[in-house]
């Protein structure tokens, strides 16, 4: 297998599919357009989306030797349910800019924003069920388990006492459980429970870790189209925010104090972000990410012996050594 190559036409093939579910349906008599799906393709086309969810369908899928041609529907379905999410989070967050665009409910409103998250749902689902009912039941699974970890991140705003296995279970909800699905489902696509275990573990882990990175990125400023220190201005519990302040307890009063306001301003948000990494709370969260992709890493067991799982893990490594080049360039 030509992992490069055949990942270049896999996604290639996923980007023609999504282009196709993606054209105007049927919006009845004397109306100009499609407005859901003109919402739905500024999002998911051309936005600088990575298709990380379609790239480890087809990894996961070689791992267990299904036919690309089976799994291109899945790809595109993980891609849709993740940008469903991202349409209701910008709602939720009352997000401006996403990927260095307008998001669609500041350019369309929230309720486009909305609608157009759960037509893109259901086109995705409704591919599914042509493919394998299995996957429209495990789908679903993912959705609820997606919807309710996306509650309990806004419940937790602003709680600095939030425990580190609340932060996870978010974490593991809104982006390890589709990681997980992406596995699940090629593994069912091949009939290897093993490996739907496997899979689904392997993939729940690296979408922990790749949470981590991203608060790691937030602190250090390496988010590319997203300011530094968000998260203390949105006031989101973060695995750094979280770690710093049980360090020092001085940080933790200027938090409270901070998040106690309408509006933090920006010279406020600095202050604390340099606080949180005086603390050392960036080191101590690359270490609980490399547990993750440790963890992850085992999970895959023999998987790992043929070259798309090969992939997979060496995937999963670069996540860690690409944010201690972050760290060490930040240093530097």
């Not at 739905?40 to 989306?49: K, N, Q």
């Not at 899928?61 to 291109?72: K, N, T």
């Not at 490399?290 to 090969?310: R, S, V, Y």
Request: hydrophobic letters at 45%; aromatic letters at 4%; one cysteine or more.
């Amino acid at each position: 297998m030509d992992v490069a190559h055949e990942l270049t036409e896999f996604l290639g093939q996923v980007e023609q599919r999504l282009i196709a579910l993606l054209a105007d349906g049927d919006v009845g008599p004397d109306v100009k357009g499609d407005t859901l799906m003109d919402a739905a393709r500024h999002l998911c086309l051309g936005a600088g989306g990575k298709r990380a969810r379609p790239m480890l369908v087809r990894l996961f899928g070689g791992a267990v030797g299904v036919p690309a041609s089976r799994l291109v529907d899945v790809g595109v379905a993980a891609e849709m349910i993740h940008s469903a999410s991202l349409l209701h989070d910008d709602v939720v967050d009352a997000g401006m800019f996403r990927r260095g665009r307008p998001t669609v409910n500041a350019r369309w409103g929230n309720i486009v924003a909305v609608m157009s998250g759960d037509l893109i749902l259901s086109t995705a689902l409704s591919q599914l069920s042509l493919l394998d009912a299995r996957l429209v039941q495990s789908g679903l699974a993912v959705v609820s388990e997606m919807t309710r970890a996306a509650i309990a991140e806004v419940e937790a705003r602003g709680d600095m006492d939030l425990p580190l296995t609340r932060l996870r279970y978010i974490a593991e909800g809104k982006t390890g459980s589709l990681f997980g699905w992406c596995g699940k489902a090629a593994a069912t696509l091949a009939d290897q429970p093993e490996a739907v275990e496997r899979f689904d573990a392997f993939g729940r882990h690296l979408g922990v870790a790749f949470q981590i990175a991203d608060d790691i990125r937030d602190i250090l400023g390496t988010d590319v189209g997203k300011p530094r220190y968000a998260d203390v201005h949105s006031r989101t519990p973060s695995m750094p925010i979280l770690l710093a302040v049980s360090r020092d307890e001085s940080l933790r009063r200027k938090l409270k104090d901070a998040w106690a306001f309408s509006v933090i301003t920006p010279e406020r948000t600095r202050e604390i972000g340099n606080a949180i990494e005086a603390t050392g709370a960036v080191e101590a969260s690359m270490a609980r990410m490399n547990a993750e992709i440790e963890a992850a890493l085992d999970k895959l067991g023999p998987f790992t012996d043929g070259a798309a799982g090969a992939e997979l893990a060496g995937w999963a490594r670069k996540l860690s050594e690409g944010i201690a080049d972050q760290v060490k360039g930040r240093a530097a």
